[in-house]
């Protein structure tokens, strides 16, 4: 018989935690090795524990996972790593598997689908659940923003105005104007108020800074 599937898991919600290994638990060829709750801690366990499979927390306590995989990859070229959140946003699936996760599904995933991902990820193959893929297909062929862009629309959704964007970054308030009205064709809304709303359903803008 293979040896299982070694899974270290990091995730601050202990909800989650448990019923990701209660899942587990019930698999013959799935092994939580361990879990921590987070991203300095995951991240030393991994270098200790070197799992077959890493499901790492979209949003821990200390960190956002994005900006971790680099390290985790640095760590170990090879890393199998399933991104684990609370939704689904696409410009962060993306991020994410360009950064070389191989799975990335929600905390609301079934537990076959739970199974699934582990088991296709172990073996270097991606895993994105129906949902999460039709999500990301909604969103194929769209313009991305320029840094600019993505910049004033991260103050847009802090509440600033245009005048306040202006007075921050040293420009005029004509070249704010110009670049939210084109933030605003891009994202196919016409107003401040549904900018913000998009770019933070769609994951465009990082609310945990």
């Known amino acids: 018989m293979a040896d299982p599937i070694r899974v270290l898991l990091v995730e601050d919600q202990p909800l989650t935690r448990l019923g990701v290994r209660s899942v587990i638990e019930h698999e013959a ?5 361990g879990e921590e709750d987070n991203s300095r801690d995951g991240f030393s366990r991994f270098r200790e524990l070197r799992p077959n499979v890493t499901i790492l927390g979209l949003r821990l306590r200390d960190s956002c996972t994005i900006d971790d ?15 684990l959140a609370q939704h689904a946003g696409d410009a962060e699936i993306k991020k994410a598997l360009t950064k070389g996760a191989l799975g990335y599904i929600c905390k609301d995933v079934t537990p076959e689908d739970l199974v699934s991902a582990i088991r296709t990820v172990s073996k270097g193959r991606k895993f ?3 949902d999460v893929a039709a999500i990301l297909s909604e969103h194929i062929g769209s313009e991305e923003l320029t840094a600019a862009e993505a910049n004033i629309l991260r103050m847009i959704v802090g509440g600033m105005s245009n005048k306040e964007i202006a007075f921050a970054l040293d ?13 605003y064709d891009k994202l196919g809304v016409s107003d401040r108020t549904s900018a913000a709303t998009l770019a933070i359903k769609r ?7």
């Open 203 to 209: 994951g465009l803008v990082r609310t945990d800074l």
């Open 171 to 183: 420009i005029s308030e004509n070249t704010v104007k110009t670049h939210a009205s084109n933030i």
């Open 128 to 130: 994105i659940p129906a």
């Open 69 to 83: 995989l680099d390290n985790y990859f640095i760590a170990d070229p090879k890393a199998k790593i399933v991104v």
């Open 29 to 33: 060829d799935i092994e939580l090795v």
